[in-house]
């Protein structure tokens, strides 16, 4: 018997250039400003207004998803947010020949 072997096993998943958290970002983001398009209208809002801050809403999160996903790449926003949480100095308060003893030892 004869296998076909995968080779899509191992890599990212992606969607015309987006790749694993900008299509997330992407999805949810678009999702949302349905359920705002659809709020808006339900309270009464005009129809026209509703209509124009759905598409430019959509428009920049399109371009800020594809943007993000050009310039940080595939795990570019989870170093960024990981880069926030990492402390500005490291203090050592070992004495200096407390090093020097362990490395000839």
Avoid: D
Avoid at 8 to 14: A, D
Avoid at 62 to 80: A, C
């Amino acid at each position: 018997m004869k296998y076909q072997i995968y080779k899509g096993v191992g890599k990212s998943v992606e969607f015309r250039g987006l790749k694993s958290q900008y299509l997330l970002i992407f999805a949810v983001g678009l999702l949302t400003i349905f359920f705002v398009v659809i709020v808006l209208f339900m309270v009464g809002v005009n129809n026209l207004f509703c209509i124009v801050f759905g598409l430019i809403a959509a428009s920049v999160l399109v371009w800020l998803t594809f943007k993000l996903n050009r310039v940080y790449g595939e795990h570019g926003v989870m170093k960024l947010f990981a880069n926030k949480h990492r402390p500005r100095f490291l203090i050592n308060r070992k004495l200096i020949h407390h090093f020097i003893k362990q490395n000839h030892a």
